[in-house]
């Protein structure tokens, strides 16, 4: 995809939707942390729906971590692997009580130390929370990205790297929100949704799907 067509992709998702935001449920930066942490292999449907009891009983740090694991495997026990998570979660928390003062901090380092946080997730509170052009790339945006040619790459680091390079600058603030959510609800794994496809004329993807099935 060349410079030209990748602005104008961007151009056109902007004007769709000017301020997209994430699809997950939170009042504060600690629930979008332990939110994210939580959506790995999930969906944000499915975190929503345990996650407004959770945030409801325990929103901060210092509730989550008085729970415990097995208190809090049983308000998340709906999504994969929770009890991974579960213990992921309440470590979290106390790390962020000892070393943070109970806040989400404005680091990269420092984030993924925390347990169950990789770089996608703190690449998504590094923009979300704190307005950092990050690009965290999912499986949508990974896709999406090999598929329409804007930044083809062999796994989720070079497609990540590509992006950050290519995508204008404009844009970057909400650009992985975009992708995500065209890849989410148009650019679907199996059957792209070509036919509505606001960008189509600018994507690369040789396989079309013209005509709705």
Known sequence: MKPAQRAELFRRLAAIDP???????YATPFQLLVAVILSAQATDKGVNLATRALFRDA?????????GAERLADYIKTIGLYKTKAKNVLATARL?????????????????????????????????????????????????ANRTGLAPGKDVAEVEKKLLKVVPTEFMLHAHHWLILHGRYVCKARKPECWRCVVRDVCGYKDKYDVQP
């Open 19 to 25: 301020e997209p935001r994430t699809e997950l449920e």
């Open 59 to 67: 929103p901060t740090p210092e509730k989550i971590a008085a729970l």
């Open 96 to 144: 962020l009580l000892e070393r943070h003062g109970g806040a989400v901090p404005r680091d990269r380092a420092a984030l993924e130390a925390l347990p169950g946080v990789g770089r996608k997730t703190a690449n998504v509170v590094l923009n979300v929370v704190f307005g950092e052009p990050t690009m965290a790339v999912d499986t949508h945006i990974f896709r999406l």
